[in-house]
């Protein structure tokens, strides 16, 4: 991945027929390198965005923290899929699926039955937070008819909602007995104390911050037998019983590498790893152990301190997974636990979102997609045109054409095939112009972000003057000429 730094498919129709529509009578304003404004006639269109699929697809996070209507959840979702694969989502990461301590009202991260999906009584309620077991398995069924894959959370680390036992390695009780009358109605997965940290094999201790007591021993045999090894083990029963298509590994800082690498080596699938950290190169080390994919938090943190804490553009070119492993960082602005009401320290604002949207659409990496931000109603067209932008132009080498405090600008090369797109980030009050230099000579320009509709023309060395809305972006690529009539 060439890297460097220089200083000094609705609304795809609606493109197509808008810069297509006017005669070719009509003129168009452009501008030249040395400011002189000219009217030229008009004889380029849009391109058919549709005939450049560059294979890229974008992941939607189809929840968020505390999710309505209660045990309507997954029928939400269903609905919702086929309008998400026609606007370029091929992938759906759903919440934890099965039941948790808090019942009806878990969102699944306090896991206690691996294999209760709705269909136990146990824990206060029968259904989960999202619905029933048939509900599930209708959504995954919709899902796969539109060509989406559905992604497991798995949470792997800490268990809850167990019932009270004498624990002689902690010299007290503890809520480790998981059983059909104690928080496991399945009867898959039994646990006591001998299978969580401490036990009569270890007293290690990985210093998990979340239900230290009930934090899992995956060293011991009988939990990666039903974690992951016999054919009834939870990834083998959600993947080939529930027809779950890969994973979302929930809070990897709580266990060792070698569970993620040796469940994927057992049941595949395409996998992302939650390393909450902003350190890029901890994240590449768990990447090289696990071969499991991680969400960029290194790249959402330089969002963060680009838009908001030191208003600085220049951090968007500081280290990030998606510069060195761009097929394993998935790139995210928001996710559950960044929008939890009262989150103040790791979270966007709203009018820099789509800022930060175009930024993870035009650049390598695995975008998501936030449901709360899709669905406002605010947000949804513009990030329905990136993602159709993402899909398409957003390919070949990456390199920054011009980055200040306030003005961000970057090309995709492209290849012989596609031409690549030249996106324009500033966070100014006032529109700003910039000369750069690019690979398209002697040909119109157009922002395919719709966000402005100024014109441009490069020169015969490729030299072009762009632009960018006041406190937006716009995003730049070749219109194609107009066949003569």
């Known amino acids: 991945m060439k890297y460097k730094l220089i200083n000094p498919l609705s609304y795809l129709l609606i493109l197509i027929i808008f810069f297509s529509c006017s005669s070719d009578d009509?003129?168009?304003t452009s501008e030249t390198d040395d400011g002189t404004v000219t009217e030229q006639p008009n004889t380029v269109k849009a391109l058919n965005l549709s005939d450049y699929d560059n294979g890229s697809r974008v992941m939607m996070q189809a929840f968020y923290w505390d999710v309505e209507p209660r045990f309507e959840w997954w029928n939400t979702i269903a609905d919702q899929v086929p309008a998400w694969?026609?606007?370029?989502?091929?992938?759906?990461?759903?919440?934890?699926?099965?039941?948790?301590?808090?019942?009806?009202?878990?969102?699944?991260?306090?896991?206690?039955?691996?294999?209760?999906?709705?269909?136990?009584d146990q824990h206060g309620t029968v259904e989960t937070r999202f619905g029933s077991r048939d509900e599930l398995e209708n959504l995954i069924a919709t899902a796969h008819e539109n060509d989406v894959e559905v992604i497991a959370d798995i949470v792997l680390n800490h268990n809850s909602g167990g019932g009270e036992e004498y624990n002689?390695?902690?010299g007290k009780n503890t809520y480790t007995l998981f059983d059909e009358e104690h928080g496991n109605a399945s009867g898959m997965f039994n646990r006591n104390y001998e299978y969580f940290y401490p036990n009569s094999e270890s007293d290690y201790d990985d210093g998990s911050l979340f239900y230290p007591?009930?934090?899992?021993?995956?060293?011991?045999?009988?939990?990666?037998?039903?974690?992951?090894?016999?054919?009834?083990?939870?990834?083998?029963?959600?993947?080939?019983?529930?027809?779950?298509?890969?994973?979302?590994?929930?809070?990897?800082?709580?266990?060792?590498?070698?569970?993620?690498?040796?469940?994927?080596?057992?049941?595949?699938?395409?996998?992302?790893?939650?390393?909450?950290?902003?350190?890029?190169?901890?994240?590449?080390?768990?990447?090289?152990?696990?071969?499991?994919?991680?969400?960029?938090?290194?790249?959402?943190?330089?969002?963060?301190?680009?838009?908001?804490?030191?208003?600085?553009?220049n951090y968007l070119t500081r280290d990030q997974v998606w510069q060195t492993n761009p097929d394993k960082a998935v790139t995210f602005t928001a996710n559950h636990d960044t929008e939890k009401d009262g989150n103040?320290?790791?979270?966007?604002?709203?009018?820099?979102?789509?800022?930060?949207?175009?930024?993870?659409?035009?650049?390598?990496?695995?975008?998501?997609?936030?449901?709360?931000?899709?669905e406002n109603e605010e947000f949804q067209e513009e990030i329905?045109?990136?993602?159709?932008?993402?899909?398409?132009?957003?390919?070949?080498?990456l390199e920054v054409l011009y980055v200040d405090n306030d003005e961000y600008i970057a090309k995709r090369s492209g290849n012989a095939n596609n031409p690549g797109l030249i996106v324009y980030i500033t966070t100014n009050d006032n529109i700003k112009r910039r000369q750069v230099n690019t690979n398209w000579n002697n040909v119109e320009l157009m922002d395919y972000s719709g966000n402005t509709d100024y014109r441009a023309s490069t020169n015969e060395e490729g030299g072009v003057m762009?632009?960018?809305?006041?406190?937006?972006?716009?995003?730049?690529?070749?219109?194609?000429?107009?066949?003569a009539e």
Do not use: C
């Open 344 to 374: 103040i320290d790791n979270y966007l604002e709203a009018e820099n979102k789509l800022k930060a949207y175009a930024f993870i659409m035009t650049h390598p990496g695995y975008p998501t997609v936030f449901y709360l931000d899709y």
């Open 168 to 170: 002689p390695y902690r």
């Open 85 to 120: 694969a026609d606007a370029g989502i091929n992938r759906i990461w759903l919440p934890p699926a099965t039941k948790g301590q808090s019942g009806g009202y878990s969102m699944g991260y306090d896991v206690s039955d691996y294999f209760d999906f709705g269909e136990y």
């Open 213 to 313: 007591e009930q934090n899992l021993d995956h060293h011991r045999e009988y939990v990666q037998n039903w974690l992951w090894k016999d054919e009834n083990s939870v990834a083998k029963y959600y993947k080939n019983v529930m027809g779950f298509d890969g994973w979302r590994f929930d809070y990897v800082l709580g266990f060792e590498s070698f569970v993620i690498k040796d469940w994927l080596d057992e049941v595949g699938g395409f996998s992302v790893s939650e390393l909450w950290d902003a350190d890029a190169d901890l994240i590449r080390e768990h990447i090289e152990a696990t071969g499991s994919g991680a969400f960029d938090f290194a790249a959402f943190y330089r969002m963060e301190q680009a838009f908001e804490r030191y208003e600085d553009l």
């Open 466 to 483: 762009l632009e960018a809305p006041a406190n937006g972006y716009a995003v730049w690529s070749i219109m194609e000429e107009t066949s």
């Open 384 to 397: 329905k045109r990136l993602i159709s932008i993402h899909n398409t132009l957003a390919t070949g080498d």
């Open 26 to 28: 009509d003129a168009i």
